[in-house]
């Protein structure tokens, strides 16, 4: 019997060319893999994935043409004596919008409809043991966002203590989401420390534009 080869890959939108897609067996579809502080859109039918610590992804798509995608962010911290907390709120709120309004704005440059989008949320577990809850302050970000914005979440997964690695399809809008267990915990934690460290040492930059 023939094996039906491996299609080749839609080419991804302007911008997203750096975002590494590979096929995916398991889901017989190219998948691309964000890394934090990473997001992806796509009018093609491909999946978009990533492993989840105290980071936050928001899955948006518009449900009429299934245009769509997903971030990986934390809001930033700074050390003290307590180990870690927030920078200022104005400081952490850009950098939080900054994160989201990208990914919506280019969902809606690619024909995607405000009134047509629903948002999935995933993420913000408490992993990193001698920090304050970085992924509760992340969750309730996300929300106040998304109540400000008039938007609609129609699944979410957030909080407890465990990491998640997180499938999605925009096109479908369908979600896999993977509990991990603990021994994945030290390099998800190294992961999204180095991270924390990159987004202190970076200022909120780039002009958002709104569609």
Same mark, same amino acid.
């Given at each position: 019997?023939?094996?039906?080869?491996?299609?080749?890959? /839609?080419?991804?939108?302007?911008?997203?060319?750096? !975002?590494?897609?590979?096929?995916?067996?398991?889901?017989?579809?190219?998948?691309?893999?964000?890394?934090?502080?990473?997001?992806?859109?796509?009018?093609?039918?491909?999946?978009?994935?990533?492993?989840?610590? /105290?980071?936050?992804?928001?899955c948006?798509?518009?449900?009429?043409t299934?245009?769509?995608?997903?971030?990986? $962010?934390m809001?930033p911290?700074s050390?003290?004596?307590?180990?870690w907390?927030?920078?200022? =709120? /104005?400081?952490?709120?850009?950098?939080?919008?900054?994160?989201?309004?990208?990914?919506?704005?280019?969902?809606? +440059?690619?024909?995607?409809?405000?009134?047509n989008?629903? !948002? +999935?949320?995933f993420?913000?577990?408490?992993? =990193?043991?001698?920090?304050t809850?970085?992924?509760?302050?992340?969750?309730? $970000?996300?929300?106040?966002?998304?109540?400000?914005?008039g938007?609609?979440?129609?699944?979410?997964?957030?909080?407890?203590?465990?990491?998640?690695?997180? !499938?999605? $399809?925009?096109?479908?809008? +369908? !979600?896999?989401? +993977?509990?991990?267990r /603990?021994?994945?915990?030290?390099?998800?934690?190294?992961?999204?420390?180095?991270? =924390?460290?990159?987004?202190?040492?970076k200022p909120?930059?780039?002009?958002?534009?709104? $569609?």
């Amino acid at each position: 019997m023939a094996i039906s080869p491996i299609p080749r890959p /839609s080419l991804a939108l302007p911008g997203f060319e750096h !975002v590494r897609r590979n096929w995916n067996n398991t889901y017989g579809t190219y998948a691309a893999r964000l890394l934090p502080g990473e997001y992806y859109v796509t009018i093609n039918n491909e999946g978009v994935y990533t492993t989840l610590g /105290s980071c936050i992804s928001a899955c948006i798509r518009d449900r009429v043409t299934g245009v769509g995608g997903m971030n990986h $962010f934390m809001l930033p911290a700074s050390a003290d004596a307590d180990g870690w907390r927030s920078t200022s =709120l /104005s400081a952490a709120t850009r950098y939080g919008n900054f994160a989201m309004e990208h990914l919506i704005n280019v969902i809606l +440059k690619n024909g995607g409809q405000r009134q047509n989008l629903e !948002v +999935k949320l995933f993420g913000g577990g408490r992993i =990193l043991q001698n920090m304050t809850d970085v992924g509760m302050r992340n969750i309730i $970000f996300v929300r106040d966002y998304i109540e400000t914005e008039g938007l609609r979440v129609i699944a979410e997964d957030v909080g407890d203590i465990y990491p998640r690695m997180v !499938v999605y $399809f925009p096109a479908t809008g +369908k !979600v896999r989401v +993977k509990r991990l267990r /603990s021994l994945h915990n030290n390099t998800i934690a190294e992961e999204e420390i180095r991270y =924390l460290s990159t987004v202190e040492s970076k200022p909120v930059g780039g002009d958002i534009e709104l $569609f």
